[in-house]
């Protein structure tokens, strides 16, 4: 990268004037490639990104994302082509990408766990003719797994990446070789052309209840919401943010790296999350800011050489997920001394909607998302679309200049999707008289029992209460007698041990008895994506074995 990733450390040369927030910044650049090359301006030989031992300034990156982008244009990278991007967190990762933008095409992130089969749809789909890949990441062979699942899928032109700990490969040699026979001013004439209006990436939806879709994503949506969610995330120059929330999310991409450099902070990628790493990283590296699912943080606060680990730099968390832990959030904030905020989006929001405040109470971290972001409308309308009233649930719709340009290639989704400018969201929740959000469940996700409806998550949230529990997810499973029961598969908190009959007892005095879980397991884990989301179809294919089993 930077004409070859240079391996030699940048000097920190943050100054007074730096320390601006990124509503300072935010209009300094109204596209991806353009705020790589204000951030160099602006920047200059200050770190942007430590990755092991590479380490980029603003400088450095701006040069690597222009040599990148050359050598795309030279394979035959044209404005509005499709380039995926399948590699874990890395400085490579960011560097492919604002390449890519640079190029004027358009970014298509691959989840590293995705099956050769998976990975083949989504390409096809898109309509994707290039891929940059970390090929062999973890021992997985990601091409011979595309060509196993399609023999014909030969219309790609794959470059393999630098592996994490490595710069580079002869693929990516030849790439940036390739590019020297491309002026330095086509590239400049790609990023001038490209808008805040233009499509920057397509990310396809996890999946997890039906087929993805792949959301069309802007530039300028990105970096206008995104520059209000560094603000009040505390972001400023110089601030030093790990981030091992994945990079093809919007919560690793967006509000991890992309915001990072719009503020002039330092990212530090994690490839793969290890807690004994992610600690000794906090250490040596002087962390400021950390987001993650609720996992990240238990593993943190239950580490058995945590105390042995100086984490006094820490300042601000990012706990993203729908149910959050009340004694987490006062852990976080009691034994780490840190700011925690909580949040609610969907990636076809550019995962922007609400947000709490730094001042907001513990109490209200755990149990709300926050209050809609500026320029954000928020409804729970019943199913005849009417409002209802603060404290009744309905179904969530969103307003806002940050919702995607559609889905791609599937108008009839789109129109279903944002109808009279409302994103249906297909979440459940309320507001409160404060107006705060409290999500309630996803719509699909509710069952029912006997004739009530029940939302998993409600229930998810009492069970999250007792002091024995880590982490709890609720499922509705069939039931002879009332039709839907509930299932709950509770792990236990760190050093701590569980009965189901105490999680039974415990739910009976906090929610409705029809609420109450009929089914109650103790696991080790619960199975995540790699964004944190609880897979529950594999819960309720786990929970019809069972069934099956006992019969």
Same mark, same amino acid.
């Given at each position: 990268?930077?004409?070859?990733?240079?391996?030699?450390?940048?000097?920190?040369?943050?100054?007074?004037?730096? +320390?601006?927030?990124?509503?300072?910044? $935010?209009?300094?650049?109204?596209?991806?490639?353009?705020?790589?090359?204000?951030?160099?301006?602006?920047?200059?030989?200050?770190?942007?990104?430590?990755?092991?031992?590479?380490?980029?300034?603003?400088?450095?990156?701006?040069?690597?994302?222009?040599?990148?982008?050359? /050598?795309?244009?030279?394979?035959?990278?044209?404005?509005?082509?499709?380039?995926?991007?399948?590699?874990?967190?890395?400085?490579?990762?960011?560097?492919?990408?604002?390449?890519?933008? =640079?190029?004027?095409?358009?970014?298509?992130?691959?989840?590293?766990?995705?099956?050769?089969?998976?990975?083949?749809?989504?390409?096809?789909?898109?309509?994707?003719?290039?891929?940059?890949?970390?090929?062999? #990441?973890?021992?997985?062979?990601?091409?011979?797994?595309?060509?196993?699942?399609?023999?014909?899928?030969?219309?790609?032109?794959?470059?393999?990446?630098?592996?994490?700990?490595?710069?580079?490969?002869?693929?990516?040699?030849?790439?940036?070789?390739?590019?020297?026979?491309?002026? &330095?001013?086509? &590239?400049?004439?790609?990023?001038?052309?490209?808008? %805040?209006?233009?499509?920057?990436?397509?990310?396809?939806?996890?999946?997890?209840?039906?087929? %993805?879709?792949?959301?069309?994503?802007?530039?300028?949506?990105?970096?206008?919401?995104?520059?209000? #969610?560094?603000?009040?995330?505390?972001?400023?120059?110089?601030?030093?943010?790990?981030?091992?929330?994945?990079?093809?999310?919007?919560?690793?991409?967006?509000?991890?790296?992309? !915001?990072?450099?719009?503020?002039? !902070? &330092?990212?530090?990628?994690?490839?793969?999350?290890?807690?004994?790493?992610?600690?000794? +990283?906090?250490?040596?590296?002087?962390?400021?800011?950390?987001?993650?699912?609720?996992?990240?943080?238990?593993?943190?606060?239950?580490?058995?050489?945590?105390?042995?680990?100086?984490?006094?730099?820490?300042?601000?968390?990012?706990?993203?997920?729908?149910?959050? %832990?009340?004694?987490?959030?006062?852990?976080?904030?009691?034994?780490?001394?840190? +700011?925690?905020?909580?949040?609610?989006?969907?990636?076809?929001?550019?995962?922007?909607?609400?947000?709490? =405040?730094?001042?907001?109470?513990?109490?209200?971290? =755990?149990?709300?998302?926050?209050?809609?972001?500026?320029?954000?409308?928020?409804?729970?309308?019943?199913?005849? /679309?009417?409002?209802?009233?603060?404290?009744?649930?309905?179904?969530?719709?969103?307003?806002?200049?940050?919702?995607?340009?559609?889905?791609?290639?599937?108008?009839?989704?789109?129109?279903?999707?944002?109808?009279?400018?409302?994103?249906?969201?297909?979440?459940?929740?309320?507001?409160?008289?404060?107006?705060?959000?409290?999500?309630?469940? $996803?719509?699909?996700?509710?069952?029912?029992?006997?004739?009530?409806?029940?939302?998993?998550?409600?229930?998810?949230?009492?069970?999250? $209460?007792?002091?024995?529990?880590?982490?709890?997810?609720?499922?509705?499973?069939?039931?002879?007698?009332?039709?839907?029961?509930?299932?709950?598969?509770?792990?236990?908190?760190?050093?701590?041990?569980?009965?189901?009959? !105490?999680?039974?007892?415990?739910?009976?005095?906090?929610?409705?008895?029809?609420?109450?879980?009929?089914?109650?397991?103790?696991?080790?884990?619960?199975?995540?994506?790699?964004?944190?989301?609880?897979?529950?179809?594999?819960?309720?294919?786990?929970?019809?074995?069972?069934?099956?089993?006992?019969?």
């Amino acid at each position: 990268m930077a004409d070859r990733a240079p391996q030699r450390p940048a000097a920190d040369t943050r100054t007074a004037a730096d +320390t601006r927030t990124a509503a300072d910044t $935010r209009t300094a650049a109204d596209t991806i490639p353009r705020m790589v090359r204000a951030g160099a301006q602006r920047h200059g030989s200050a770190l942007a990104i430590v990755d092991g031992d590479i380490r980029l300034s603003f400088v450095d990156l701006e040069r690597a994302m222009t040599a990148v982008a050359r /050598g795309l244009v030279a394979r035959g990278v044209h404005p509005g082509d499709r380039v995926a991007l399948w590699a874990p967190n890395s400085a490579v990762w960011v560097v492919a990408a604002t390449a890519v933008h =640079a190029a004027g095409a358009w970014l298509v992130p691959l989840n590293t766990r995705l099956k050769g089969a998976e990975a083949a749809s989504i390409l096809l789909a898109a309509g994707v003719r290039t891929l940059l890949v970390a090929d062999g #990441f973890l021992g997985t062979r990601y091409l011979d797994a595309l060509h196993a699942a399609d023999p014909d899928l030969q219309v790609l032109d794959a470059v393999a990446l630098p592996l994490p700990g490595e710069s580079s490969t002869p693929s990516w040699d030849a790439l940036l070789e390739h590019g020297e026979t491309v002026a &330095v001013d086509v &590239v400049d004439d790609r990023i001038r052309a490209v808008g %805040p209006d233009d499509v920057s990436d397509v990310l396809f939806t996890s999946g997890t209840t039906g087929a %993805p879709k792949g959301v069309m994503l802007r530039h300028g949506a990105s970096l206008e919401g995104y520059a209000v #969610f560094a603000e009040r995330f505390g972001l400023q120059a110089g601030d030093r943010y790990v981030i091992p929330t994945p990079f093809f999310h919007c919560f690793g991409y967006k509000a991890g790296w992309m !915001a990072s450099l719009m503020t002039g !902070a &330092v990212a530090l990628p994690m490839a793969v999350f290890d807690a004994d790493e992610l600690l000794a +990283t906090i250490e040596r590296e002087r962390i400021t800011h950390l987001p993650g699912p609720p996992t990240i943080f238990g593993a943190v606060l239950d580490h058995p050489d945590r105390s042995g680990h100086d984490l006094s730099s820490l300042r601000h968390a990012m706990i993203g997920a729908t149910v959050i %832990p009340a004694a987490l959030v006062d852990r976080v904030r009691t034994e780490l001394g840190v +700011t925690t905020l909580s949040a609610y989006g969907l990636t076809e929001s550019h995962a922007l909607a609400t947000l709490t =405040a730094p001042e907001d109470p513990a109490e209200v971290v =755990a149990t709300t998302a926050g209050r809609p972001l500026p320029g954000v409308e928020l409804r729970a309308v019943d199913d005849a /679309g009417l409002d209802v009233v603060p404290g009744d649930d309905g179904e969530l719709l969103i307003r806002s200049p940050w919702l995607m340009s559609g889905y791609l290639g599937d108008e009839e989704a789109t129109r279903a999707a944002i109808v009279d400018g409302w994103l249906r969201t297909g979440d459940v929740g309320h507001f409160d008289r404060d107006g705060y959000l409290h999500i309630t469940d $996803r719509k699909k996700d509710l069952y029912i029992m006997g004739g009530f409806n029940v939302a998993p998550a409600e229930v998810e949230r009492a069970l999250a $209460r007792m002091p024995e529990v880590g982490q709890v997810a609720v499922i509705g499973v069939p039931d002879e007698r009332f039709g839907e029961v509930g299932a709950a598969f509770v792990v236990p908190r760190e050093g701590a041990s569980v009965r189901a009959e !105490a999680v039974l007892a415990f739910a009976r005095e906090r929610v409705a008895n029809f609420k109450v879980p009929r089914h109650v397991e103790v696991v080790d884990e619960l199975p995540l994506n790699a964004t944190g989301k609880v897979l529950k179809d594999v819960l309720r294919a786990r929970a019809a074995e069972q069934a099956r089993a006992a019969r």
